[in-house]
């Protein structure tokens, strides 16, 4: 996981999982996050067999559930996702991932106004000070309209690309 989010080594994060895998096939926080960066990578298939694997290992795991909607999402299976969320509604709602998720799905569909409501309650969750700010922004630009938030939400996703671009991960 390390070796893949913050080394930016996909090949040596590959062949960590499946070298883990083969020494504890039963463990479903590591198919977990193996399928976690398959669905990153766009391998829909093998993501979905591996978060299916982990919720069998773990079935009342929130955090597997919601990145396995997620990724039902990402390989196009829209109502197998919009199931699984309706389903986690109640216990995830205070659930940070959970809500950026709904966020982006919102934006994705050009529904503005569900992406800061759903911004606005991760932010709160998280409760960073560079998030609420950027809630602030949003609701501030919500007032003017759907463009004047896509124009924000554009500006975090700059500030939040720079900010890790300059980030030293050795």
Known sequence: FVA????????????????????????????F??????????????????YSTALALDPS??????YHGWAQLEAGNEDRAREIYSDLEK???????????LGDWAA????WQG??????????????RPLLVHKRLLELAAERGDHAIAQQALALELELANESRGANYD
């Open 4 to 31: 893949y989010w913050w080394r930016w080594d996909p090949v040596g994060a590959g062949l960590s999982f499946r070298r883990a895998l083969e020494l504890a096939p039963g463990d479903a926080q590591t198919h």
């Open 33 to 50: 996050w193996y399928a976690n960066i398959l669905s990153d990578n766009g391998e829909a298939e093998k993501a979905l067999a591996h």
């Open 61 to 66: 795991s929130l955090s597997i559930q919601i």
């Open 91 to 101: 216990r995830a709602s205070g659930n940070a991932i959970y809500q950026i998720n």
């Open 108 to 111: 994705s569909k050009g529904d």
């Open 115 to 128: 992406y800061v409501r759903h911004f606005s309650a991760y932010a709160r969750l998280k409760g960073e």
